[in-house]
């Protein structure tokens, strides 16, 4: 019997590449996403489309497509990335980025907590802009503020977890070449799906909770 893992946020971009990368190892892949992709449909993932996270039918969505399902990896990579800057608040926007970015992989992984397995690991896909430490620029409130959160929800989330045998990884990918900042990157969604590869199979009760860049650097809070 093969492992499974569910993805949310892939349609394209990191989540994609996880998807394609799972299945070339052989796992059972469940996709999530808004809208699919061709190359979404054409990788052989079970396709769960029409799932926007940040909203409670996205969720119940969610909850009744995965009801008999026993997940060993939850991946939690749907997000939205706004810009905001003093003088130019948007409030409607950073709303938006806490709903996607911090309260939806809060909820799913509660709602899908009692279908994970014995020994399955959570991930959450976050950025060191969400590191307190590691601001310098200042800006890009809702992201940072959103990616803070979400921070802070992993390390409880390891905490409650880790007595069912339930490990969690706070990942930062890097600067990814993804649409969503635009195409301009250090690397690619596929090098960045495989360097967090690598911190998942790392991932173990011992080091549950604490925060990585891909390239194996811990980050600061």
């Not at 808004?34 to 190359?39: C, D, G, I, V």
């Not at 390891?158 to 930062?172: E, F, N, S, Y």
């Not at 993804?178 to 967090?196: K, V």
Request: aromatic share 4%.
């Amino acid at each position: 019997m093969s492992n499974t893992v569910v993805i949310t946020g892939a349609n394209r971009g990191i989540g994609l590449s996880f998807a394609q990368l799972y299945l070339a190892r052989g796992y059972t892949v469940y996709a999530v996403c808004r809208t699919t992709s061709a190359e979404l449909d054409g990788s052989g993932a079970n396709v769960i489309d029409g799932v926007d996270v940040g909203t409670d039918e996205g969720i119940n969505k969610l909850d009744q497509a995965l009801q008999n399902v026993s997940i060993d990896l939850l991946i939690n990579n749907a997000g939205i990335l706004r810009d905001e800057s003093l003088g130019q608040l948007n409030l409607d926007t950073i709303r938006t980025q806490f709903e996607i970015n911090a309260l939806a992989p809060l909820r799913a992984t509660e709602v899908l907590a009692d279908r994970l397995t014995g020994d399955a690991k959570v991930a959450l896909i976050t950025s060191r802009m969400g590191s307190i430490t590691d601001n310098t620029s200042g800006g890009r409130y809702g992201y940072r503020m959103s990616k803070a959160a979400l921070n802070a929800a992993g390390m409880s989330l390891a905490c409650d977890l880790k007595p069912r045998g339930v490990a969690v990884a706070i990942l930062h990918p890097g600067l990814v070449g993804t649409e969503m900042i635009g195409g301009h990157g250090d690397i690619t969604p596929d090098q960045a799906a495989e360097r967090l590869m690598t911190r998942i199979d790392e991932l173990n009760l011992t080091n549950t909770g604490t925060f990585w860049h891909s390239n194996g650097q811990q980050l600061p809070w």
